[in-house]
C-alpha cells in the first residue's frame, strides 16, 4: 500500500492470464484515517487546555471500533507532552476513550465519538483535575477560641458529611478516637 493508505481490497489477487489474452488485477485503497488528542492537567477546571496546564505523561488511552461488539481496537498511552495518536485507521465510526490515571478524576467527559472519513482526522482531547483530601479533627473547644489548643481532646464517633454545592451528601465518614478524620 502506498504511505498513509489502507487497503479495500486484498493485497494479493490470484490472476489468470489465457495464452494471447489479457488478465486484470485491481487492488483499492483510500487514504488512512487519523485520531489525535492531548490529556492535559485542568488546573482550573474548565474543560479547557489554557497555558499552563500541562499534558499528562503515561495517561492510557483506548480506541473502540462501534461495530456490533464494540470492541477494544487499539490502545495506547501519552507520551511526555500528554499527546497521543492513533494512526492508519480504516473509515468508520470511533470512540476514544481515556482511563483516569490515579489522583485524577475527569473535567471533561472519558469518551469522545468520531466519524472517521477517508484521509480524515479528528481530535479528542480530554482533562483531569487532581484529586483532594479533605480532613480535620473534632475537637472539645474546652475556650472558644475555635482552634484546638492544648488539653482540648479530640472527639471519636462523629459523622462528617461530605455535602455538594446543593447541599445534597456526596460522602460521610466517622471520626477516629482522637477525633481526626479523612
Not at 488478465?23 to 485520531?35: E, K, R
Not at 492508519?88 to 490515571?101: A, K, M, Q, S
Not at 482540648?152 to 456526596?170: A, K, N
Request: a negative charge.
Amino acid at each position: 500500500d502506498p504511505d498513509g493508505y489502507v487497503s479495500t481490497t486484498a493485497n494479493d489477487v490470484p490472476v489468470v492470464l489465457p495464452d494471447g489474452g489479457v488478465g486484470i488485477a485491481d487492488f483499492g485503497d483510500h487514504q488512512s484515517a487519523a485520531i489525535t488528542g492531548v490529556v492535559f492537567e485542568d488546573i482550573n477546571g474548565d474543560a479547557v487546555q489554557e497555558i499552563g496546564e500541562s499534558g499528562l505523561k503515561e495517561v492510557i488511552i483506548e480506541l473502540v471500533l462501534l461495530d456490533d461488539g464494540g470492541n477494544v481496537v487499539a490502545t495506547t498511552t501519552t507520551d511526555l507532552n500528554g499527546a497521543y495518536i492513533f494512526p492508519n485507521l480504516e473509515p468508520g465510526n470511533y470512540t476514544v476513550r481515556e482511563i483516569d490515571p490515579d489522583g485524577y478524576t475527569s473535567s471533561t467527559d472519558n469518551q469522545v465519538t468520531l466519524t472517521m472519513v477517508s484521509g480524515g482526522s479528528g481530535t479528542a482531547n480530554f482533562g483531569d483535575l487532581k484529586t483532594g483530601q479533605i480532613s480535620g479533627t473534632v475537637f472539645d473547644d474546652f475556650y472558644g477560641d475555635s482552634s484546638m489548643g492544648p488539653g482540648e481532646p479530640g472527639i471519636g464517633s462523629v459523622t462528617i458529611e461530605l455535602l455538594d454545592s446543593d447541599g445534597t451528601v456526596v460522602a460521610t465518614t466517622t471520626t477516629t478516637v482522637n477525633g481526626s478524620y479523612i
